[in-house]
């Protein structure tokens, strides 16, 4: 494996809300995969070979006057990111049901536990839509359904699926570590029903699902939401996250063209979690 370079970018922030929300959806945007919220801002995270000097200069919220915003920049080795991640990385328990932790924190009491290795793979469960997507999951019947998890990170949401009864499930991501991440994890948690795939929605055709589970930024659910559709089976399920509570109409507009109708909708510090069928 290539040993990815990241730039990370140290933003403080005054005051931190609702400037820190908007701003990382501004850099979600732009093109920042990983975010990671402190006491005076947020540290953002894009790989190198996405970087450009411009990287900023549509990202709105700079220029405000309602805000101070200040950052610097650097260069970060994967191995550095994955010493910081676990340093920062604290297991959790979604509705006293399910577990996320590493394998050096103990085992919690609950029905679900997932043991995780924290690198680089964004969907830890620690950010509000995997929390969210958690808690669609754990609500559902997933026994015996095909079940597509796209953007699938670190692969939780695809092991929870299995956990809770599905079979088959594709666990896709297009990011090489976060395939990496998610064949480690699927190992360690003894998933038999998973295949972890390294691509895009290019990868779908063909295929179908009872349920489908995309947690992905607004602008590649809105250019891709043909294609997952496509793969959906009558009568099936489809959990979208990874964008704001204002976004759910331009969504809903999208989803609707096919037939689906909203079922449920979680919310966490203005971050949504959808569920269709």
Request: net charge negative.
């Amino acid at each position: 494996m290539s040993n990815i370079i990241y730039i990370g970018y140290e933003f403080k922030v005054s005051p931190l809300q609702p400037a820190v929300e908007i701003l990382i959806a501004e850099l979600g945007y732009a093109g920042f995969e990983s975010f990671v919220e402190n006491e005076t801002g947020v540290t953002a995270y894009i790989q190198k070979e996405e970087w450009q000097d411009t990287i900023l200069d549509d990202v709105q919220i700079l220029n405000s006057d309602e805000f101070e915003i200040t950052y610097n920049f650097s260069e970060i080795e994967q191995t550095n990111w994955n010493a910081e991640w676990e340093k920062n990385f604290n297991p959790i328990v979604v509705d006293d049901i399910c577990a996320v932790r590493a394998p050096f924190h103990e085992k919690f009491d609950t029905q679900y536990d997932i043991v995780i290795e924290p690198k680089m793979s964004f969907g830890t469960g620690h950010h509000e839509t995997t929390h969210m997507m958690i808690q669609h999951i754990l609500k559902n019947d997933f026994e015996n359904k095909s079940v597509l998890d796209m953007g699938c990170g670190t692969g939780v949401l695809a092991i929870l699926s299995e956990l809770k009864g599905a079979q088959p499930i594709d666990a896709i991501d297009y990011d090489n570590w976060c395939y990496l991440n998610s064949l480690e994890n699927v190992e360690r948690n003894s998933c038999n029903h998973i295949t972890v795939l390294e691509g895009d929605a290019s990868l779908l055709p063909g295929k179908l699902y009872d349920v489908i589970i995309a947690n992905i930024n607004r602008n590649i659910l809105l250019q891709d939401m043909k294609t997952y559709l496509s793969c959906l089976n009558e009568g099936g399920m489809l959990f979208l996250s990874g964008f704001y509570n204002s976004d759910i109409p331009i969504i809903d507009s999208e989803v609707s063209k096919y037939g689906l109708k909203i079922q449920e909708t979680l919310e966490r510090n203005n971050w949504v979690a959808l569920k269709y069928q």
